[in-house]
């Protein structure tokens, strides 16, 4: 198995939803940073230079795609999931053009997102 490098970002505004990907992430062995929203990550002044984002697609102060171009302005280049119920061909178009490497729905069920970001933190910096 490849080693795996970095953290993973979560954000969501949904606190269960944060939380209990911590856990099922954590479980895995892998570090996992919590942001409830995009104004939150945006705000830290510490963001790791390797990972992986896991992004909410519906948040109240900004979708995931638009927190994803303010993050590439900040030089944030990690790699991307969006997660989002009811993913419809413009979301997902949208979604890929801005950079986001998968788009999965919730529930979270299959072990997509678990490959998805194991996959991207295996890849060479």
Known sequence: MPTVRG????VDDDDAVRQ???FALELHGLNV????????ILADGNLPREGCLVVDYRMPDQDGIELLERL??????????????GAVPR???RAMRSGYRQVL????EDGSLLDG????LSEPA
Do not use: C, F, N, Q
């Open 7 to 10: 953290t993973v970002l979560v």
């Open 20 to 22: 209990s990907l911590k």
């Open 33 to 40: 940073r919590l942001y409830e929203d995009g104004a939150h």
């Open 72 to 85: 590439k302005v900040r030089d944030v280049r990690m790699p991307a999931i969006l997660i989002t119920t």
């Open 91 to 93: 979301i997902r178009e």
């Open 105 to 108: 729905e919730k529930p979270l």
């Open 117 to 120: 970001i194991r996959s991207a």
